[in-house]
């Protein structure tokens, strides 16, 4: 958080702000996710768990193989993935990991995304937690419910999207439906200027090979009707609002969508309601 902090500051004060440094100050406050530490409780899950890491190709920033860390509880048949969002991390899903412990024979899978949590990588972008999902299916286990967070839902549509994932069930949690309104939302915090937002917007095109309105699932999303998916959300949220969700829905009447008023975009993750829903959809699909 230090660092981001360090960053915001910056950007707020520059008087320079489309210069080429501060071309370079926006890509990394973009790309940067803040790591929060561990609660003890946190701490204790993961102690819990079995631990192992992955590969995953980093094809736009470096280039490499980075490695990311990967944690699992119980070894049944049925294989249920968790996808956190951005600045989050596998134990962020304390609450939902708990309750699916009780059900018999499965398997829950859960990673820290390059970049974040404990995995490396100086910065991290949704391609990698994309090419995150694709590596635990392909090198770990064949997943069966796979659920997802924020940008993490976006995640698992495109790594289901692209691969040979044939999962029973989808599970997006507050899911991010525009990725450009997102990063706008983020400039627009530290008051970026409209010229500096279109030069980062145009660089990105330059770095990844589409456009980033391409990362809009009212446009992206092709599932309709290939697997039951079951998503969560509050009307009031304002990281992922419902002005952006309800076309998407609206376009894929086939999703089975519940508002939870009050629930907010991370203490989702916390809801009774949303977790109780959450565990008897899968009940009712295993």
């Known amino acids: 958080m230090k660092r981001l902090k360090a960053m915001i500051t910056e950007l707020k004060s520059s008087t320079s702000?489309?210069?080429k440094n501060a071309e370079d100050l926006i890509r990394q406050y973009i790309f940067y996710s803040p790591k929060?530490?561990?609660?003890?409780h946190q701490e204790q899950i993961l102690a819990t768990s079995k631990a192992f890491t992955l590969p995953v190709a980093d094809t736009y920033f470096t280039g490499a193989e980075l490695t990311i860390n990967c944690f699992s509880w119980g070894n049944g048949k049925t294989k249920i993935l968790l996808t956190h969002g951005w600045a989050s991390?596998?134990?962020d899903f304390f609450e939902l990991i708990t309750e699916l412990q009780k059900l018999d024979d499965v398997e829950i899978i859960a990673f820290d995304a390059p970049g974040n949590g404990s995995s490396e990588?100086?910065?991290s972008n949704l391609m990698l937690y994309?090419?995150?999902?694709k590596s635990i299916h392909e090198n770990y286990a064949k997943v069966d419910v796979i659920i997802g967070h924020s940008l993490g839902c976006m995640a698992n549509v495109i790594a289901i999207q692209e691969s040979e994932i044939q999962s029973k069930l989808l599970i997006s949690i507050a899911p991010l439906i525009r990725l450009k309104e997102n990063f706008e939302q983020s400039m627009d915090s530290v008051n970026i200027p409209a010229t500096a937002k279109a030069n980062f917007f145009k660089n990105f095109s330059d770095e990844f090979p589409v456009a980033v309105d391409y990362f809009n699932l009212e446009e992206l999303y092709t599932l309709q009707n290939k697997l039951p998916h079951f998503l969560a959300y509050d009307k009031e949220d304002h990281i992922s609002p419902y002005a952006y969700l309800k076309p998407f829905l609206d376009k894929n009447q086939t999703i089975?969508?519940?508002t939870y008023e009050g629930a907010g975009h991370y203490k989702i993750l916390k809801s009774p309601e949303v977790i109780a829903d959450v565990v008897a959809k899968i009940k009712s699909t295993i």
């Open 36 to 40: 929060m530490p561990l609660r003890l």
């Open 130 to 133: 994309a090419e995150s999902v």
């Open 121 to 123: 990588s100086e910065f």
């Open 89 to 91: 991390k596998a134990a």
């Open 17 to 19: 702000i489309q210069d």
């Open 256 to 258: 089975e969508a519940k």
